[in-house]
């Protein structure tokens, strides 16, 4: 039976906040310990991410019955993108984080070690022949000489890839405000396609750095800033596309209405969120 509209669903006792706490603490103790050499460290961290995917599966398997029984009410629906609006909004200070290194390094840190009256002082007591210029392994070339990425190549097609993915997304959403399962379908499978394409072309591209350009995370500051922030964002594309790749499968059981079908609104929220981010690594981590 349908809840009513007007009250704030509260849900039963659930046995998944103990779980997901039991996960992620086993997780961090683990990966503490693996850290720390310790030989259990390993399957404490890989026990840990197990008891974190169940808890996953069964909570959010239970919000999606609830919903498709239709217990929740328009106040829930406000819940849920508020707090889908929130986690986004934490992912942004995420990468404001590493963006800020970069410009911190760049920038701030870079020019400073290089200038007119730090140079002498460098150069004497850090290392002899410092030059500020980016990209830069640091003094004394920390982690040996390599090769800047280029901007038009890979980077360029992958940035294509994850704009026509936007679209692509944007089109499944419109098929399904128009109850158009088809486009919904096929929109939503195009671009769980782009997104694993754009995997694949970063692994072949992080190949050919790290072996034929000596592009490491021990580069200095130019290879850690590198891998750290385009890393993140291919984690985040592949986070995203199991969401989406949860939606197809929804979608093809028959789940989402024109006007009931938030679920999908979040995982595209969080698709474009991505695009939007991997912008600012073209132009700022590959381009200029």
């Avoid at 919904?184 to 072949?204: D, E, H, M, R």
């Avoid at 800033?225 to 790749?245: C, E, S």
């Amino acid at each position: 039976m349908a809840h009513a509209q007007s009250s704030y669903y509260v849900p039963h006792g659930s046995h998944w906040p103990l779980v997901g706490s039991i996960g992620l603490t086993t997780l961090l103790v683990g990966f503490a310990m693996f850290l720390n050499n310790a030989p259990v460290g390993a399957y404490l961290m890989l026990g840990g991410v197990a008891i974190t995917l169940i808890m996953m599966f069964g909570w959010f398997g239970t919000v999606i019955r609830e919903s498709e029984r239709g217990m929740y009410s328009d106040w829930v629906d406000r819940s849920f993108r508020w707090g889908m609006f929130w986690f986004i909004f934490s992912e942004v200070m995420f990468f404001a984080a590493f963006f800020g290194a970069l410009f911190y390094a760049r920038e701030l840190a870079v020019p400073w070690l290089g200038g007119e009256g730090t140079k002498v002082m460098t150069n004497q007591l850090l290392w002899q022949g410092y030059e500020a210029a980016w990209p830069t392994n640091g003094p004394g070339a920390v982690g040996g000489q390599f090769s800047a990425m280029e901007a038009w190549g890979i980077p360029a097609l992958n940035t294509l890839i994850l704009l026509t993915s936007g679209a692509t997304i944007t089109w499944a959403h419109w098929g399904l405000k128009e109850n158009r399962r088809s486009h919904l379908i096929v929109g939503l499978l195009v671009t769980i396609l782009l997104g694993a394409t754009f995997l694949g072309l970063q692994a072949y591209e992080y190949r050919h750095a790290w072996h034929e350009m000596n592009l490491t995370l021990g580069s200095g500051i130019y290879g850690s800033t590198f891998y750290m922030l385009t890393g993140f964002h291919g984690l985040h594309v592949t986070i995203g596309a199991i969401m989406l790749t949860v939606m197809l499968i929804r979608a093809l059981r028959g789940h989402f209405t024109p006007k009931n079908h938030f679920a999908f609104e979040a995982a595209a929220w969080y698709w474009h969120f991505v695009d939007v981010v991997w912008l600012g690594l073209f132009i700022f981590v590959y381009w200029l």
